[in-house]
């Protein structure tokens, strides 16, 4: 039995937010500790630690270690804390967990408390919010573990993990509570460019937990799925709007038309923190545009000429109508979606 992955936790002393460096995997498990603001939203921004729920914990966790740092008990105090907050909730735009989690710690923040005491609220929502993380991603995994038979090949998109939140993952809860019922699943990993994500996270945390896992490039999943190699896919989600489209990692519109060809059932796993009522459809929901370089010379490769344009959106939105059904730690719902 493996140890469980924990990707964003207090350090042992609680002085600092302790993370796994997701930059580093699959060749190197290294940790990192974030003490101060710049510290926070550099990791964030460089996908250092990422994912949806993962970034909502962090940020939050974030928050109070950053607020600690970066501020004295001055008459200034309430107005460096919103500034921090609000570098923190803007690190990147499309998961609406970062923006949710930093929003709820917020609210609870007293504009006429003291220093100390608001440092402590923000500590006490923090810790909330990793433990109710773990919790969602335990109840996902036990709702989907119903969609998954024994014998069934699963394929995925993306990094939703462990690797991913501050549990056992979204997409991969299902798999991993399957799994240890002793049933037999079997992942294709997608590997997922332009970062990879698939191929050194999500194929890195299966073989740990000896989940046979086999990485395809992007551009084989149609085939796979024509060869009736693939039973479901599942994937995890950035935002879901509230008419049931998702925003997930580039690409995963993809999956979703593949698998509607197919005839394959194409599933979504998130948190109800995932799930952003005030956006009324996929067409509002902002898609983090990231640096050509990720595109052009990925690992320090150059693999495109300087000369040409490079497009690089971080995240798709697949529209409802491919969704079959959006796994969450509340049950499972089947559109047509309305969630308010
Ligand atoms: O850019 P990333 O690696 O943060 O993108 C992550 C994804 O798209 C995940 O699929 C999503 O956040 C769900 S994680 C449980």
Redesign the pocket.
């Known amino acids: 039995m493996t140890s469980p992955i924990e990707a964003v936790r207090w350090s042992p002393d609680a002085s600092a937010v302790r993370i796994i460096d997701q930059r580093r995997l699959p060749e190197h498990y290294v940790e990192r500790d974030l003490r101060t603001l710049d510290e926070v939203v550099e990791a964030i921004q460089t996908?250092s630690v990422?994912?949806?729920?993962?970034?909502g914990v962090c940020g939050a966790m974030g928050l109070a270690v950053a607020a600690e740092a970066g501020t004295s008990a001055s008459p200034s105090f309430h107005a460096d804390l919103r500034r921090i907050a609000l570098a923190i909730r803007e690190a990147?735009p499309t998961?609406v967990n970062l923006a949710w989690a930093v929003d709820r710690v917020m609210a609870l923040v007293d504009a006429a408390a003291d220093r100390d005491t608001v440092l402590a609220v923000l500590r006490r929502e923090a810790t909330r919010i990793l433990d109710e993380d773990r919790a969602m991603c335990r109840a996902i995994g036990e709702h989907g573990s119903a969609l998954i038979a024994d014998g069934a090949r699963v394929l995925t998109?993306?990094?939703?993990?462990a690797l991913?939140?501050g549990g056992m993952?979204?997409?991969l809860a299902p798999v991993y509570v399957a799994h240890g019922r002793g049933l037999r699943v079997a992942v294709f990993a997608d590997e997922t460019r332009p970062?990879l994500?698939g191929s050194r996270l999500t194929a890195w945390e299966l073989a740990r937990a000896g989940v046979p896992v086999t990485v395809i490039s992007d551009n084989m999943a149609a085939s796979v799925m024509r060869s009736g190699h693939v039973d479901l896919c599942i994937?995890?989600?950035?935002r879901i709007a509230a008419n049931g489209d998702v925003a997930?990692?580039i690409g995963?519109y993809g999956v979703a038309v593949l698998a509607r060809h197919h005839g394959i059932p194409f599933y979504v796993?998130?948190p109800t923190s995932?799930i952003d009522p005030a956006t009324a459809t996929g067409a509002d929901i902002v898609i983090?545009q990231r640096a050509a370089e990720e595109v052009a010379v990925p690992f320090g490769v150059r693999i495109a000429p300087v000369d040409a344009s490079i497009h690089n959106p971080?995240?798709d939105v697949t529209p409802a109508e491919l969704v079959t059904a959006i796994v969450t730690d509340t049950g499972i719902f089947r559109g047509p979606y309305r969630f308010t």
């Open positions: 996908l990422r994912g949806a729920p993962a970034i990147r998961a998109h993306c990094n939703a993990g991913a939140t993952g979204t997409a970062l994500q994937v995890g989600a950035d997930n990692k995963t796993a998130a995932t983090e971080a995240f």
